[in-house]
């Protein structure tokens, strides 16, 4: 079973507007953190925003922010205000079981075009 | 100051050869890990590195693949009789502390990559 899925090969927006990628996860350990990264072009990962899985709160960071339902096992990454430079692939990724590993699950990614 | 660096780039090698891949993670980072981007996919875990722990190897696709790090530093991922489905971007992330912790997270920094393709 896929532990992240992003069912969003690609995204369209305008610039200006508002945008939801969606990812889901499975985990049956309670202690689990979220991960967003962006990747240009150019290939570099890029941390965006985190979400852990004790947080009472959504994680917000600049224009982009986490609809965290942790019920639904869904942790959307909204970009407010789009920008072109906001162009890129973007990763879903679950650090599983906060006791034991590091390591990052992703998912396959979201391509977001925005334009003018 | 510094990031993770990688190197090389681009490698092109020929079926059937061994290659040697090279990460240098930010210094003062405990964490060293390896992933693989295959075109058009997500990444995947290939290797962790934590300390002086034993490394979690869980993620090697296969015994032709290994890696090391020396002085808890620079890391090596080695390739050996390489195949075509090798071709692939291997970064290699690093974190301030590989410490298990319920309340923080250790964010992962990503070097460029090094781009492997196997003729």
């Known amino acids: 079973a896929q532990k992240i899925t992003q069912t969003q090969p690609g995204m369209f927006v305008q610039e200006k507007e508002a945008v939801t990628l969606d990812c889901t996860y499975d985990?049956?350990?309670?202690?689990?953190?979220l991960f967003w990264y962006k990747q240009p072009s150019s290939g570099e990962m890029i941390f965006l925003i985190y979400?852990?899985?004790?947080?009472?709160q959504n994680a917000t960071e600049g224009r982009y922010s986490l609809n965290f339902q942790k019920a639904r096992k869904s942790a959307n990454l909204v970009i407010s205000a789009s920008q072109l430079g906001d162009s890129a692939m973007y990763f879903c990724?679950?650090?599983?079981?906060?006791?034991?590993?590091?390591?990052?699950?992703f998912g396959t990614g979201t391509r977001l075009q925005v334009f003018p | 100051g510094a990031g993770v660096s990688q190197s090389p780039s681009n490698k092109v090698t020929e079926k059937g050869k061994d290659v040697e891949l090279r990460c240098d993670p930010i210094?003062?980072?405990?964490?060293l890990y390896w992933y693989r981007q295959s075109l058009g996919q997500g990444l995947e875990f290939l290797i962790y590195?934590?300390?002086?722990?034993?490394?979690?190897k869980s993620g090697l696709p296969s015994d032709r693949f290994s890696a090391e790090r020396t002085g808890g530093s620079v890391s090596t991922l080695t390739i050996q009789r390489t195949q075509q489905e090798d071709s692939a971007v291997y970064l290699c992330a690093s974190s301030f502390s590989g410490e298990r912790t319920t309340w923080g997270y250790n964010e992962q920094f990503f070097g460029p990559g090094t781009r492997l393709t196997v003729l």
């Open positions: 590195f934590q300390g002086n722990s034993a490394p979690d």
């Open positions: 210094s003062g980072h405990t964490a």
């Open positions: 985990t049956s350990d309670p202690s689990y953190g």
């Open positions: 990724a679950m650090r599983e079981s906060l006791y034991n590993t590091d390591k990052l699950i």
């Open positions: 979400q852990g899985s004790y947080d009472q």
